[in-house]
């Protein structure tokens, strides 16, 4: 018995963009250590060797496969302590799919908001590739 996979029969979709996080980055769990969220870290890194998976089982076929962070985002879960409002996080990740390409795939890409590209607390939003 074979299970299919989403992206089996998916026949207009070419891009598939799982929501992540940097909390699920491995390379900087040091960095967000601070935070006892064990089950959410473990379930966004977990996400991200999906997509690894599923960009290097489809990426020949035409698909482009990436994670992005959307950033830490005022909603019930952010709450009001988040950095950005929805407006603004969601303004980013709309321009970061349009500029993402063939080159995005298998990759963890960033959102960029002016004025936190360089941010002094835990999060920045680059519009760089995050480190898996």
Known sequence: MRIAS??????VLTTLIPSSTTLGSMTRAPKYNIMSVLA???SKAALNML????ALAYGDEGFTIFAMSPGWLQTDMGTGNAD???EVGTKAVIEALMGAGKDANRKFINI????????DGLNQYDGKVIPW
């Open 6 to 11: 989403p992206v089996e029969h998916c026949h």
């Open 40 to 42: 959410y870290k473990i």
């Open 51 to 54: 997509t690894t998976q599923y």
């Open 84 to 86: 950005l409002p929805v």
């Open 112 to 119: 960029k908001v002016a004025g936190w590209e360089e941010n």
